[in-house]
C-alpha cells in the first residue's frame, strides 16, 4: 500500500465518489424528497410564522428561515448518503473496497467529496429556484448577492463535508440503519434547531442571566453559541443577504470569527471519522 502512487489512491477517491452520484440519481424518490421537503418546510414555517416573527435587519421569517432550510438541505443529504456505509458493508462492497491496496483514506474522502457534491448542488438548486421564482423580496436580490456569491459557494461546500463526515462518524460504527437514523435525527435535529436556524440566538454574558433571572434562557443561549453550526448560519445568513445589518442582533460574530470556527469544525469532524475508520477493526467485519 506505500508504494502504490498518489494518483492511484485519489482516482479510488473519485470513483467512490462518482458511484454516490450514480445512486444518487438511480433513486429518484430520494432526488424529489431531498429538494421538496425542505422546500414545503421553508413555505409552510414562512408563510404560517411570518405574522409573529421579529428580527434584527428587518427581515420577515422567510427571509430568515431562507438560510436554516439550506442548512436542513445539506443535513438530510448527508444522512442519505453516508448510510450507505452501512448498506456497502452489508452487501459485501465494502470489504473488497477495505482490502484493497488503495487504503482507507481514499474510501474517507470518496464518501465524503461524493455526498458533500450531492449537497452542495442541491443547496445551490434550491437558492436558485428561491431567487428565480421571487419568493424572498428585500434586500436579497440577485445584484447584491452577486458580489459575495464565491464565498456562499465556498461555505456551503464547507459545510457539506463537515456534515458528512459527521455522518461518517455514526456511520461506520453501526450495524443498522435504523439505530443510524435515531442517532442521527437524535443529534443532527437539535444541533441544525439550536444554531439560530429556526429562530434567533439571544445574548448570552458569563456573568450570568440580566434582571430577568431566567436561567433557562440564559443556559439556552449559551449552548446555542457553543455550537459551531450557528456560526456558519450567522455568515450564510450574511452572504444570502449583504445588507442585512446584525449589528443590532443578539449574536452577531464576526465574518472571521464565523470562518475560523467552521473550518476548525469542519477539519476536526474529518479528523475523528479518519480516526474512526483506521481503529475500528470490528466494523470492518459487521454484517
Not at 459557494?153 to 461518517?168: K, P, R
Not at 444554531?195 to 440566538?201: D, E, L, R, W
Not at 471519522?273 to 454484517?287: C, E, N, Q
Request: overall charge positive; glycine content about 8%.
Amino acid at each position: 500500500m506505500n508504494d502504490l502512487p498518489l494518483s492511484s489512491r485519489m482516482n479510488a477517491a473519485w470513483m467512490l465518489a462518482r458511484r454516490e452520484w450514480t445512486r444518487f440519481f438511480r433513486q429518484r424518490n430520494r432526488v424529489t424528497a431531498a429538494v421538496l421537503q425542505p422546500l414545503l418546510f421553508w413555505l409552510l414555517f414562512g408563510t404560517g410564522l411570518s405574522g409573529s416573527f421579529a428580527s434584527a435587519g428587518g427581515e420577515n421569517f422567510m427571509q430568515f428561515f431562507l438560510p436554516g432550510t439550506v442548512a436542513l438541505i445539506v443535513l438530510f443529504t448527508a444522512i442519505f448518503a453516508t448510510i450507505s456505509v452501512i448498506e456497502d458493508r452489508r452487501e459485501g462492497f465494502m470489504q473488497s473496497v477495505l482490502v484493497s491496496p488503495t487504503g482507507r483514506f481514499p474510501v474517507l474522502l470518496g464518501k465524503i467529496l461524493g455526498g458533500g457534491a450531492i449537497a452542495w448542488v442541491q443547496a445551490l438548486f434550491f437558492l436558485a429556484l428561491v431567487y428565480v421564482v421571487g419568493a424572498v423580496t428585500g434586500s436579497s436580490t440577485l445584484p447584491t448577492l452577486s458580489a459575495s456569491f464565491p464565498l456562499l459557494l465556498l461555505l456551503l461546500a464547507v459545510i457539506a463535508i463537515a456534515m458528512c463526515a459527521l455522518g461518517m462518524i455514526v456511520a461506520w460504527p453501526m450495524e443498522s440503519t435504523q439505530g443510524f437514523h435515531a442517532i442521527m435525527m437524535l443529534g443532527l435535529m437539535p444541533m441544525w434547531l439550536l444554531a439560530g436556524t429556526f429562530f434567533p440566538i439571544p445574548a448570552w454574558s458569563i456573568s450570568g442571566p440580566g434582571a430577568d433571572g431566567n436561567w433557562a434562557h440564559w443556559a439556552l443561549a449559551g449552548i446555542m453559541q457553543a455550537n459551531p453550526l450557528s456560526y456558519s448560519m450567522v455568515e450564510l445568513r450574511r452572504l444570502i443577504n449583504p445588507d442585512l445589518d446584525l449589528s443590532s442582533a443578539g449574536f452577531a460574530p464576526s465574518p472571521l470569527l464565523c470562518w475560523t470556527v467552521t473550518l476548525v469544525a469542519t477539519g476536526l469532524t474529518v479528523a475523528v471519522a479518519w480516526y474512526l475508520m483506521r481503529g475500528s477493526r470490528r466494523a470492518d467485519t459487521m454484517v
